[in-house]
């Protein structure tokens, strides 16, 4: 396995971590799933480890995966992510998909409209 590929595979490792405190059923998906990286999510989830991000190009692949819907999520991490000026892991989703996320954690923190 190239130094590349066990850096993508590790990092897809990282993320299933991740999902599976959500959703404990989550696996890789096989290699050459399009834009699709986990079974489990209930919306696309494609983890990306690169040194040159293509988010344009990405978001474009999961929307068509979310069959042109607006719930997926792209999982970015630069090449190095000790480097001090590392953007660290990051996650990009969709406006309205994140205004519902948004909407979701101000419900479970207690909060309603009223109390703004």
């Not at 040194?51 to 090449?79: F, M, S």
């Amino acid at each position: 396995m190239s130094q590349a590929r066990a850096k993508g595979t590790k990092f897809e490792n990282e993320v299933l971590e991740g999902l599976q405190r959500i959703w404990p059923d989550t696996d890789r998906a096989k290699a050459g799933n399009p834009s699709n990286d986990f079974h489990g999510p209930p919306f696309p989830v494609e983890a990306k480890h690169r040194k040159r991000w293509e988010i344009p190009k990405w978001v474009r692949a999961l929307r068509g995966a979310a069959g042109g819907g607006d719930q997926w999520a792209l999982v970015v991490a630069a090449g190095d992510r000790r480097a001090a000026d590392s953007a660290g892991t990051l996650m990009v989703v969709d406006w309205a998909f994140g205004l519902e996320l948004l909407e979701a954690w101000q419900w479970r923190q207690g909060w309603d409209r009223a109390n703004q």
